[in-house]
């Protein structure tokens, strides 16, 4: 398993969608600001062997809940805890898998599809988030969906959360696949989901389909060209496991690509200090994994890099980004990144962490809300410079593999 070049130690840098070559080179900050993101590409080849680095936070300094009511607060609570958005329906699908899980007022998939318990709501507000989100990854990439080598004739599976994409594996809004389709026409593609709220209007070489991707896959071997999965930290118990049944499924001589996003917030500065909301958010969630027993900081745990690696995957690539939260970097491309980035978590603060902050943490909605207070004060701070780590990692099937 390659050793992953941390943010106390940023990653020597080909520019994003760059096809990796040798071994990347420093890029400097942004003129004038403090460290910027930058982007890293580096073939598994060119990474030594050994264990991954990763900067995990303590989870013996996650403040308890009841530290936030005892803050003081300026603001309005502006929250949105208890407000009902209704999923639109499909006339394809039955009534009983609308039959969506409530709390506190959020609409979650249905028990009917897989009892699997997703941690992001799939009802409108949450698929907006999802769409900013999106917008964000594409400007990340510089227009491009994908980083692995593929031909313009491809069969592919979009794979999305635990099966929900908020997937991000996940179709979840099902605007990766469609772009996706809409790019190679001639490309049968097909995107599967937990939750049917994908649109009826698609490219017509478009599929959605209801199935959880960590269960046993049901189609056949050496069937896909190319498999896509994004966003499912959270969501998967086994990322061996799930990379055993895209490889199986995978063509020889084919590609998977897993694009994943740290839960944690970072700072090259030290403008995130300890103790913080922004802080106290990536810690929760990866407590929040280790009960749930599906982990958040895949990024920083080397999880599917590890899983590429035992699946039998050669030719692994993986490729890194600072990705800013806010528009505090200098640099203009780094700072519309930033601001779309922020205008997600924004749009949905409270569906990103209202399951796994109530159901899993144990705390009340009330807590849930004046916690999410104070978050959306510090992430609005111009002065703290944070960050998260992305990562891609993609692999090709040997063209003389046997299932």
Known sequence: MGSPRGPSSPEAATSPGAAPSSPPRAAPSPKGGPSSPQAAA???????PGKEETDQPSTAHILP?????????????????????????????????????????????SDRVTDAQYWTPNDERQMEASDIIHHCLTLVHDGALFKAPLKDDLEVSVWRGVTRDMLTLKSITGIWAIDFADKYPNTQVTGTDISPIQPTWVPPNLKFEMDDATLDWTYADDHFDYVHMRYLFGSVADWPALLQRAYRCCKPGGHVESFEASCVFRSDDGSLADGTPMDQWGKVFVEAGKKFGRPFDVVGEGLVQDAFEKAGFEAITQWEFKCPIGAWPQDKKLRDIGSYALAGILQDIEGWILFVWSQVMGWSKEQVAVYVAHLRNQLKDRNVHGYVMMRSVYGRKPKTAAV
């Open 42 to 48: 580096s073939p598994k080849a060119a990474v030594s």
């Open 65 to 109: 809940a009841e530290h936030w009511t005892e803050q003081p607060l300026d603001d309005d609570l502006d929250s949105t805890l208890g407000d009902s958005d209704a999923a639109s329906s499909t006339a394809s699908l039955s009534t009983s898998i609308l039959e969506y899980r409530t709390l506190h007022g959020r609409t979650f998939h």
